[in-house]
């Protein structure tokens, strides 16, 4: 079993409709990231939770460490949030991250 | 703008001739990271340096090696490409190891 779980895999929206993207994780972690990447593209990092919730304009993300879980929302979503989105996670104090497999999202005009 | 630069973004090498992936970043963070990345799957940390100081990934083949001459500047080197490296590499940097990661657009690598 993975130690960073992710779902959906994938996910097909209607323009405007409210997305969520789950996260579990198996391991302590002492941060969760959340990061996009664009088709042949870099990654923007879009949140580092280590507790609560955090608000970016659209984009929501909570994290609930008792149950080992986080979630992304995007309200209104829109045709350029096509991407994968991804769940990491850092355990302790280690730098390296462990990443899930990736929500590809796409959203229908 | 503070970033994270790949040079080139499209590399195309043959099989065993060694390359070197460049990144630079004009954040002054400590940490520089590179990731492989392969079709549809999710980024696999090959090593780090902070500052100075290099630390490799248990699983990282000897054929990937890394050298940071300065705060900006990294380098990944592959000195004998196997068609198996065929992938994107990914350069990210932090200030610490407790913090976000800035990633880089990505250099990928065609290995013929």
């Known amino acids: 079993k993975n130690e960073v779980e992710q779902s959906p895999q994938n996910l097909t929206a209607q323009e405007g409709e409210f997305i969520t993207i789950n996260c579990s994780y198996s391991v302590g972690i002492s941060a969760l990231h959340w990061l996009q990447q664009h088709p042949g593209g870099g990654i923007v990092s879009l949140f580092m939770?280590?507790?609560g919730k955090k608000k970016h304009g659209r984009l929501i993300a909570t994290i609930n460490i008792q149950e080992k879980h986080s979630s992304l929302h995007i309200t209104a979503s829109h045709p350029r949030d096509s991407a994968v989105y991804i769940c990491a996670v850092r355990r302790g104090s280690q730098g390296n991250l462990i990443f899930g497999k990736g929500t590809k999202l796409s959203v229908k005009p | 703008d503070a970033m994270v630069i790949q040079n080139p973004r499209y590399q195309v090498t043959q099989f065993g001739k060694p390359v070197t992936l460049s990144c630079s970043q004009t954040?002054?963070?400590?940490?520089m990271y590179w990731y492989q990345q392969k079709s549809s799957q999710a980024p696999k940390l090959l090593f780090h340096y902070y500052d100075k100081d290099f630390n490799n990934e248990a699983d990282t083949p000897d054929n990937f090696q890394s050298r940071r001459p300065n705060t900006s500047f990294c380098f990944l080197d592959i000195r004998s490409p196997g068609l198996g490296d065929a992938a994107m590499y990914l350069c990210?940097?932090?200030?610490?190891?407790?913090?976000?990661?800035?990633f880089g657009p990505g250099t990928r690598l065609t290995v013929t």
């Open positions: 954040l002054n963070h400590n940490v």
């Open positions: 990210a940097t932090s200030r610490g190891l407790d913090y976000e990661q800035y």
């Open positions: 939770l280590s507790s």
